[in-house]
């Protein structure tokens, strides 16, 4: 919404300027966004009158005048042809900016003739869209006037409405909060009622009250129509709108003026004399919804939840009521005798036919935020007399049909509850008057208790609905600085801190990973449907009906594909070796419990050649890192089942594996990337990943102390013993070490894999796997004989797998 | 009779003569050995009479002492020399480079998050969270927007697919505020809590991506007003900004959850082309807040008569960039490493309040 200071001013007697008007509005609550001061561009240029023009000695079309300035006698070569002697017209000095021409203007020659300055044509300025020649101004307009002052050229300030607040879509809602907040006094903006002469001979019919309860509307006949006067023009144009004729421009004033939106119909043009309003139609036979000609020169069809108005007995749309006339009725220079609308649309309806059909205008707008159901006939009564003052004719009386909406109805307020809501401490007659003067009918004793208040919100301000919007009006007009400063009661940090055990996990898994050179990654949570489905997702219930883009139209079931993705992008950008991650949301279901916390991380192994030689194999290297990050946010790592060959089918099936309590609860699964799910995200592999569900890690037990068990701490060095065993080759090596470890889980502390071989010595179709046995003497020192026992008993375990102690 | 002159002149010939380590101890056997030279002298002292032994005695020991410290000596240097030309042949050629490790980092979204939080924990506030994924009566309906309104489409909704048999249209949550009805249904009052998380607008330029993060923050109390509401966030600001003080106002706003509704700019001068906070002419606008509606307390369960307090909400990857200088919101989500190289955070600055926040 946008208005002159000028046309401020008509309403509000004030002498603020347009700055501190924007910061009254801004601390009104009425949000500026823009003070746009055109004389300021506008003041290096002033009125200069040509002495003498003379053609230019080296170029036919140029002239070199002597012109009269502000600064004097000046040279200036022109090229306009209107450049003559005796012209009053606009003069820029030297350094001006010319904004028409984008320009800051230098001394330079120009065919050898140094120009001094230069005359302007006012679309240099940006005064008009073209022009021809320069400006040509009255002779007896005095050399030196500025020429913003000439052209009436003002602040101009640009705001936000928010949709509570419709009646700001007119100035004088504007006026009436600025003179609550002490910017100036009101001027009254009361209506005369204009009597109308006869009977008016277009009637009005409702058909649908849902969308227009109430239509009020008159005759003016004898009109002569035709260019605005300048004041009228240079008020819409001021504000950025264009000027039409008298009878529309008039419409236009009063919608940005009282945010009381009107239709002007020419009365010639309609057929019948009965005005309908009703829903959309469509054909019996086709079902073909009605078309209409708006006045913007497109089609519309009309549904039935759209409002049509309707003349020949309802048969033929002539306009969109609340949104746009019909182009088969508008008013042109022709019109002689004009029908005025002022009507209620619903707000909802409104709002909704803008967005299906696709179509705004300053009415629909205003409408669809709610006008002010009481200002229907005191508008018309505005429009008759602006019209009768510009156009002349004879009105007609009202014709008036349906009735307005229910003004809002009286509450209790207790003026007590100013200081309990907002902390503000202010009188009874301080919060009576800032209510007052906002429109609301403050009446003391309500309710049958003495002490309260009924208050009635004005018919402008459906917005209020109880007591505590009195407050937020009582609190903005006095002002938001004046609130107190209050601590809120110091309850402390919580002594066991804020974060649930699972939210501190997740802390904790977050620099434990950017330790251990991850970098964190913040990926949508959408993805495309098919990419969802290879990660077993892409539930009807979870794609996005309207999605920002066709590929994010779908809820992830994994961070992995996001991940895969961003390491691709990297890759093509010459950064192949990435470690992501990223602990976020995976979406199973649409349902509140459905959601799953997951951390996911991803490395992309592009080691560059070491001088060294190749390091450790990644997937080991990233199966390190999941052990070591369950660890550390306290998952039962020694619980836990490694499965290799379950994996879902996005996982490399000889590559991938999956930690699990039990078949049911999958901690996490990692390994290779498939390569086809690669190649269907278009990123090279190889691709390393483990995605951990953070919901399936069960939380550690609740202790009653904080303290620890006893450390354990043995006296006795531990020993070390080696054992070769043959196996086939199937058989998992993470078999082998548990066998072992069980044979006696009280001197077995560890058991560590130091090879694993294939060839000489070992027969085709096995393999030797080569462990080290950490065992730990408990009471005392082992024997011979005592290790020789364990060692029979890891021999015998291992034979249980069908292993055999290589000899 | 052994000359024991020549003897040791002899010895400690060979002893100097000795390049290795080796013939150091073929002297020592020679001399000091069971047959050795010396070793002979002092057997046969045995044989001596105590007259002469008393004589020779010390002359012999004294011959053996020399002797023996002379090849320990020489052992000594020769070790030395040998240590030395094994570590000349150990030499590595230490400019060349160690395997490279791959830098992790904290993406500043979350670390800016860790800082928030760990403001509002000494301010006594908890976390609360809910799902991404809401219904209508959560995101909208319970939070005082009339059905149809114009509010609800200035939130630029996404929504998920119509359920087949209900009709009804999921929505990805809009802002954190559904936490707020959730923990005010499911909780007594009194309450103060932060929600943090993620939210969704369908808007996408260059301030504003289909994805971000909010925190927001509910107080209910019997008698929380707005000067309580005015303080805890210029404190929060002050101490989020790490400032001992900020120049704060507080604007009229509209928002359909709170009654009265703020929002809070905060001073700032951006003319050099960096921002400079409580200094200069311009505002900054930093939060929306507002005394929560007596209607979004009724239809979460609380008496408004009762209980009132305050919300407030702010983006977290708005904030991270006005803190941290990050230019463009966009990148946040695009995991470009050399960006998160560059405006990441090292694993180990856990925001705390011992060694500030950042």
Redesign the interface.
Known sequence: MKFSLSWLKDHLDTTATAAEVADAM????L?VEEVHDPAAALAPFTVAKIVEAVQHPDADRLRVCQVETVDGLKEIVCGAPNARAGLTTIYAPIGAYVPGLGVTLVEKPVRGVVSNGMLCSASELQLADESDGIQELPPEVPVGTPVAKLFGAEPVIDFEV????PDWLGVTGIVRDLAAAGVGTLKHFDIAVVRGGFPCPVSVRIEAPELCPVFAGRLIRGVKNGPSPEWLQRRLTSIGLRSINRLVDVTNLIAYDRARPLHVYDANKLVGSEIVVRGGQAACETGEPEHLIALDGKTYAASPADCVIADAGGERPIGLGGVMGGESTGCDDATVDVFVESAWFDP?AT??TG?SLGITSDAQYRF??GVDPASVVPGLELATRLILDLCGGEPSEIVLAGEAPANPAPFPFDPAYV??????DLDDDRIGTILGQLGFLVTAGGAGQVERWTVTPPSWRRDVE????L??EV??IHG??H????????????SR????AR?ARV?IA?????????????????TRRDIAQLFGGGD??????????SD?DC?RPSVLP??IQ?AA??AA?G?G?????E???I?LG??????RTVIAGLISPR??R???GA?EDALFTLKGDLTALLEQIGAPVGAMQLAQGANRDWWHPGRSARLQLGPKTVIAEFGAVHPRVLKALDADGPMLAFEIVLDAVPEPKAKATKARGNADLPNLMPLTRDFAFVVEDGRAGGDLVRAVAGADKALITDVRVFDVYRGAGVPEGSKSIAIEVVIQPREATLTDADIEGLSGRIVAAAEKLGARLRS | MIDLATLELDLINAIGGAATVAEVEAVRVAALGKTGTISGLLKGMGAMSPEERREQGPVINGLRDRVASALAAKKAELEAAELDARLAAEHVDLT??A?????????P??QVM?EM?AV????????A??????DDFHNFTALNFP?????R??HDT???????ETGE??V?RTHTSPVQVRTMMSQEPPI?IVAPG?T?R???DATHT??FHQIEGL?I?R??????L???L??FVARFFELDDVDA??????FPFT????EMDIRCDRSGGKLVLNEGDDWLEILGCG?V??NVLRNCGIDPDQW?GFAFGMGVDRLAMLKYGVPDLRP???????W??HY?????A?PNLASGLS
């Open positions: 801004t601390m009104a609550g949000e928010t949709p509570n607040r909802i709002a909704q967005r669809a935020r200081k309990r809501l907002s902390g503000l109880g007591p505590a919007d407050v937020e609190a903005r938001y600085d609130l107190p400063d209050t601590p809120l009661p110091d309850q402390g940090a919580p801190g804020v974060l649930n939210q802390r977050r620099r434990a990973l950017a330790a251990m050179g991850y970098s964190e990654a913040v990926t949508w949570s959408f009807e219930r979870l794609v996005v009906d309207n999605p920002i883009a994010l809820m996001n991940l961003a992008r990297n950008r950064h070796d990435v470690a992501l991650f602990i976020g949301p979406y649409d349902g509140p419990g459905e959601q080691a560059a070491h001088w060294g390091g | 060349l480079p395997r490279s490790r791959r830098k992790g980092g904290v993406h979204t979350m860790d939080i509002f924990a000494e301010m006594g506030f908890s976390v969270e809910g799902p991404d994924i809401e059905p149809k309104h114009p509010a489409e200035m996404f929504f998920l697919r119509p359920d087949p249209r999921k990805l103060r993620r969704f369908k808007d996408s289909p994805m107080v109390g008698d929380i007003h707005m000067g309580h005015k303080t805890t210029k404190d106002r507080f604007r009229p706003h509209h009654e009265p509704s703020a005394m509606h007596p009132q946040m989500f695009e995991a470009d490493v050399r998160l190289a990441g955070f090292s694993a180990f856990a």
